[in-house]
């Protein structure tokens, strides 16, 4: 390896360990919603997307080939959505451990509703779940959930109205409930 590649691959590294620390918090709470609360499963997706992110990072930084990633924090959400639902494919246990939640400080009524929305949005399929997170968690718009979903949009319109009523029936009275404490 020559001085100049091996100075090179040492930016290159750099950059994504720039890349990674930047992003793996937003990558985590998008993760920590797709999974309905599983931190576990969570903190090994956000893993999985940035090895994946690894592999490929030298696209980022060559210019001018057909295979560039053009914004790496949106690629980066994207795989993360389809390491979550290629998990959900693959899972063959549907049963989930009981989760012990840790004390935290706070304010007590965001904690509620956060943790009534999660258990909501855990009960919801893997592929509603991936529509309310993308469209309303992340505010993508419906192309851009589309194209990450590999579906059309108005797959993507109908399963979002579907999700958010099917979530709404989940929550009932409980949501207006802790939005007015």
Do not use: C
């Amino acid at each position: 390896m020559t001085k100049s590649s091996s100075s090179a691959r040492e930016a290159m590294e750099e950059e994504f360990l720039a890349f990674a620390t930047g992003r793996s918090g937003q990558l985590y709470r998008s993760a920590y919603f797709l999974t309905g609360g599983d931190g576990h499963l969570a903190e090994d997706l956000v893993q999985e997307t940035l090895g994946r992110m690894y592999t490929h990072w030298h696209r980022t930084t060559r210019p001018g080939r057909n295979g560039k990633i053009a914004d790496p924090a949106a690629y980066a959400q994207t795989v993360l959505v389809r390491q979550f639902l290629s998990h959900q494919r693959r899972r063959s246990n549907r049963e989930r451990p009981a989760a012990v939640l840790p004390d935290r400080t706070g304010h007590e009524v965001d904690a509620s509703l956060r943790i009534t929305l999660t258990e909501a949005l855990a009960r919801l399929p893997a592929k509603d779940r991936a529509v309310l997170v993308l469209r309303y968690w992340e505010d993508r718009s419906v192309e851009e959930t589309a194209t990450v979903l590999r579906a059309n949009a108005g797959t993507v319109r109908v399963r979002s109205v579907r999700a958010l009523a099917r979530l709404r029936a989940l929550l009932g009275d409980s949501l207006a409930e802790l939005a007015t404490r």
